[in-house]
Structures are given as structure tokens and as C-alpha cells.
């Protein structure tokens, strides 16, 4: 079955500071990987996927993100801190064949001024 | 307005009634989900539905009935709330193509069981 792990409940980072959210997945064949992002009082929206290619995706608002097989991870990374990106992360998981997606539990991004 | 709708954004009620939370989507998506949002689980996918009058259970079935009639449209029915469905819960759609598996999520729908 697939599974995904976000290991940190909370990030906390300074205005302008590079920052990581942490990922691991599990699935048994191929994955498409997924990072959301949900702001307080609102549904999540979209920031980047890995289907295929380039180990290294670029996504919405600045934010990339690393794909790495030999360690199953997909973290997403940011150059530079916003206080703006202070919001709950989401990473998601498909399998190849399914339409689901699998989230995991989430990881709260705090940036200081 | 495009995009994908929730109602009622709130919602509170009482163990054992019945209750119905709407989903409405513009883009002609073949593919429509609920998932419910708690705190130490993220979210977790309730039923989904490939296209009309097809439907699908996830992970979290139990207490929950879905329909799809028309494309457009998935509602949510608790047939008997409890209070363990106080939850967050959020319709989405997708579709399969040029941007496959890309979900884009209603506004949610918060609901307290009392």
C-alpha cells in the first residue's frame, strides 16, 4: 500500500532563511508525488508535482522540490522565507493505476519577521 | 464563477440526524472526491467517483453515502451523525489528461456533531 510520512508536525524558520519540509514515501511501483498547501480557513491548493524527469521541480510561489529514489523523499525546499508562507503542508502520493491520492499528516510552517 | 463549491461552509448539528454536504465543480471533471481533515491524521479520503453514477469507497467509508448523478455535483450524506464526524470536510476534482492528478480542492465545509 502506499504511504507517505511527513516527519515534522512544525517548521519553524526566519524571514529570508532557506527552508525544508520533509518528505518519505512508499509505494510499490512508480510514484507521482504532490506538495498542497492549505492557508487557515481554506481548502489546498496546489504547489508543485514529480511525475517524471527532472529530479528537481519547480512549483509554485519559489518553492522546489527534490525528488531522491534511493532514499524515497520529496522534500520541498525554498531559497528564501516569506512570513507569507506560514501555512500548513501537505505531501501526497499516487501510485501508477490509481487515482487516489494518499496525504500525509501535514506539516506547519512557521516564519518569524 | 469556475472552480469548485462548498455548502454549507458551516454546519452544526445533532447525533443522529441526518445530514448533507454539497459539492459543485464547473470544469466538467470526471473525477470527484471527499476526504475529511483532522488533527494527527491530514486527510483521508471518504468516497470517490470516477464519473456519474460511479462511485467508489476510500479509506474512510463507514457512516458516509455518496451519490453522483450528474457530473457536477457529489453530495456527502451522514445518514446518522455521530460525534466522531466532527471533521473538516473537503470536496475536490480532477481530471485525467494534460494535468493528471492534479486535485483542486472546495473551500471545505466544517462540521461539529454535538
Known amino acids: 500500500a502506499q504511504s507517505v510520512a511527513q516527519p515534522e508536525d512544525q517548521v519553524n524558520v526566519a524571514e529570508g532563511n532557506p527552508l525544508t519540509v520533509k518528505c518519505t514515501y512508499s509505494v510499490s511501483g512508480n510514484p507521482y508525488l504532490f506538495w498542497y498547501v492549505q492557508y487557515p480557513n481554506r481548502g489546498l491548493q496546489f504547489l508543485l508535482k514529480y511525475i517524471t524527469g527532472d529530479n528537481l521541480v519547480k512549483g509554485s510561489y519559489g518553492f522546489e522540490a527534490e525528488f531522491n529514489k534511493s532514499q524515497t523523499s520529496f522534500h520541498l525546499k525554498k531559497p528564501s522565507a516569506l512570513v507569507s508562507d506560514s501555512a500548513l503542508y501537505f505531501c501526497?502520493?499516487?501510485?501508477?493505476?490509481?487515482?487516489?491520492?494518499?496525504f500525509g499528516t501535514g506539516t506547519r510552517l512557521l516564519v518569524s519577521p | 464563477d469556475a472552480g469548485i463549491t462548498q455548502s454549507p461552509r458551516y454546519k452544526i448539528t445533532e447525533t443522529g440526524r441526518q445530514v448533507t454536504l454539497m459539492c459543485h465543480q464547473t470544469?466538467?471533471?470526471?473525477?470527484m472526491f471527499w476526504y475529511r481533515q483532522d488533527l494527527g491524521h491530514g486527510l483521508r479520503l471518504i468516497y470517490y467517483?470516477?464519473?456519474?453514477?460511479?462511485?467508489d469507497k476510500g479509506e474512510v467509508p463507514d457512516g458516509y453515502v455518496v451519490s453522483r448523478s450528474k457530473t457536477e455535483n457529489f453530495p456527502l450524506t451522514l445518514e446518522s451523525a455521530t460525534r466522531s464526524q466532527t471533521s473538516v470536510y473537503f470536496c475536490?476534482?480532477?481530471?485525467?489528461?494534460?494535468?493528471?492528478?492534479?486535485?483542486?480542492f472546495g473551500p471545505g465545509t466544517r462540521l461539529t456533531v454535538l
Open positions: 467517483s470516477a464519473a456519474a453514477d460511479i462511485t
Open positions: 475536490a476534482s480532477s481530471e485525467i489528461g494534460d494535468s493528471v492528478d492534479t486535485q483542486y
Open positions: 501526497a502520493v499516487r501510485e501508477l493505476g490509481f487515482q487516489k491520492l494518499v
Open positions: 470544469w466538467s471533471h470526471s473525477y
